[in-house]
């Protein structure tokens, strides 16, 4: 094998430009695509017999190609109705995706035949591949109850595990973040690990595609009040993401999609893309890239609204706020009158509105004695929904602190333990809907922060979730090894062609 890349290498004097396919030029991935999307089975990565599947006969139809032994390099299948588009054809062909077929792609292809999978280390930029298409018209219906009570429990749920984690703490989770990504992630996910995660999530996709999209496409956006949202699919340059993921994902959640190396630039696009859709309120939302990701569906959600009655200076004043762990805190009060009085078995609260009175700031007080830990595990979807819509219209007066803080967290054992295990697991996982690639896609991490201000003039708050996809396959299988170079050591940099050193030396000290 490493004498024939040589032998092919060599004559075509390492490079062949596109040339002919099939009678068109080879359209880069960073091209806008006119032409619409194959609405039939897909031809998978490097595919280049259309025979729906990548082996050796198509690596040796490439080589063919490269050394000039074929004039035309696709062989189309009989039926005309499964002649690939332009954007199939360069997914088939270019599988580095810089416009050209040559012995680069040859040689990702035999890595993607005998290995099962390849990357591509570095490439210049990220490229948009949502640039070729559009979201379809989606048609969507009324929401139903059994959704709207399916998202309170899902809502209830990843609060309260997530809070029982870390009781005393300030804890603040977006389920409309956190469904948003999940949503996008469930669309290429099949059998169980899909039916675990409509059960957590409170409905089939079929249901929750439309319904999620009408959260995201009713929301107001002015002045004084506005709630945006953002998706986006990041995946590593070559990876074989399937287009009607891709597709399904741009129709009901706008997610816009980027082919990227996975780099060190790459982390900071991913984090400045969330920077800039939370409006500037969570700066960073990953801390690494590992080696294993292959994909991030990404959410950011940004809320800024005004009080529908601002407080005034003589209704701010000095007060009093008694922590978990009983010290006691000095702080500004706000004190209201309101007409929206909450209460049940264990708690008494009140609701605020905001300008428009679309939204409204929810406040819940447990009894004295009871932690809010104890009180969330009191709570349950239906009781939550029940006491939120049918307020009692009685004059309250309030005591609200300002306050405002960040929160991060890992969300996989809360989700694990909300219904959805199978997703995390990297044998049993099937996100077979997201990929045509042999090697399975599981969850690596599911991160989470949020961001909030409550002030006289209104409310601020921020949150991104991540879904983190790896494919395992540089996963370790045993008990990892311990390397230190703390003292003298001997080292080399090799020819993988020939497993020859092409430096060798030593270092004995530093400096």
Not at 176 to 203: D, H
Not at 260 to 272: G, S, V, W
Request: net charge negative.
């Amino acid at each position: 094998m490493k004498l024939w890349k040589r032998i092919t290498a060599a004559a075509l004097g390492l490079c062949v430009a596109g040339g002919s396919l099939l009678g068109t030029a080879l359209p880069s991935f960073a091209e806008e695509m006119t032409e619409p999307i194959c609405s039939l089975p897909l031809y998978s990565t490097g595919d280049i017999n259309c025979d729906h599947k990548t082996d050796l006969l198509d690596v040796v139809r490439m080589h063919k190609y490269l050394i000039g032994a074929i004039e035309v390099l696709i062989e189309m299948p009989a039926e005309d109705y499964l002649q690939p588009n332009d954007r199939e054809i360069a997914m088939m062909t270019d599988l580095n995706g810089d416009g050209e077929v040559d012995i680069f792609d040859l040689s990702l292809l035999e890595r993607l035949v005998f290995f099962g999978t390849f990357r591509l280390d570095k490439l210049s930029s990220t490229q948009k591949l949502s640039a070729g298409y559009a979201p379809h018209p989606v048609q969507t219906s009324t929401l139903n109850s059994d959704i709207l009570l399916g998202q309170t429990d899902f809502a209830l749920d990843l609060l309260r595990l997530t809070a029982a984690k870390e009781p005393g703490e300030n804890v603040l989770v977006s389920p409309y973040s956190v469904s948003q990504a999940l949503g996008m992630t469930a669309n290429g996910a099949k059998g169980k690990t899909r039916s675990e995660m409509e059960s957590v999530l409170g409905g089939s996709m079929e249901a929750l595609n439309p319904a999620f999209y009408a959260f995201r496409d009713s929301a107001p956006y002015s002045p004084s009040i506005k709630l945006s949202t953002a998706n986006s699919i990041w995946v590593r340059n070559g990876y074989p993401v399937r287009e009607d993921f891709l597709q399904t994902n741009a129709d009901y959640y706008a997610a816009d999609a980027f082919s990227a190396p996975f780099d060190d630039q790459t982390l900071e696009d991913i984090n400045n893309w969330v920077d800039e859709n939370t409006d500037h309120m969570i700066p960073s939302i990953l801390d690494y890239i590992p080696a294993d990701a292959e994909l991030y569906l990404v959410n950011a959600v940004a809320f800024d609204a005004e009080w529908a009655d601002k407080y005034t200076a003589d209704q701010i004043g000095d007060g009093t706020f008694t922590a978990a762990d009983g010290k006691k805190q000095d702080v500004q009060m706000m004190h209201g009158e309101f007409h929206q009085y909450l209460s049940d078995a264990h708690a008494t609260g009140f609701m605020q509105y905001y300008t428009d009175y679309r939204y409204a700031f929810a406040a819940l007080l447990p009894e004295q004695g009871m932690t809010t830990e104890e009180y969330l595990d009191t709570l349950t979807a239906k009781g939550l929904r029940e006491m939120l819509s049918e307020p009692e219209d009685v004059t309250v007066y309030t005591a609200l602190p300002e306050f405002s803080y960040d929160y991060s967290k890992e969300l996989n054992e809360p989700l694990k333990a909300m219904g959805m295990p199978t997703a995390f697991d990297d044998e049993q996982a099937d996100f077979s809907g997201m990929t045509d690639s042999p090697l399975g896609l599981f969850i690596g991490r599911v991160l989470h922060k949020t961001h909030i201000e409550v002030t006289p003039q209104g409310t601020r708050a921020g949150a991104a979730t991540v879904v983190e996809m790896c494919d395992g396959a540089e996963m370790m299988t045993e008990e990892p090894k311990h390397v230190t170079l703390d003292r003298p050591f001997v080292y080399m940099i090799v020819d993988t062609d020939t497993d020859l050193p092409v430096f060798f030396g030593t270092v004995n000290s530093i400096g």
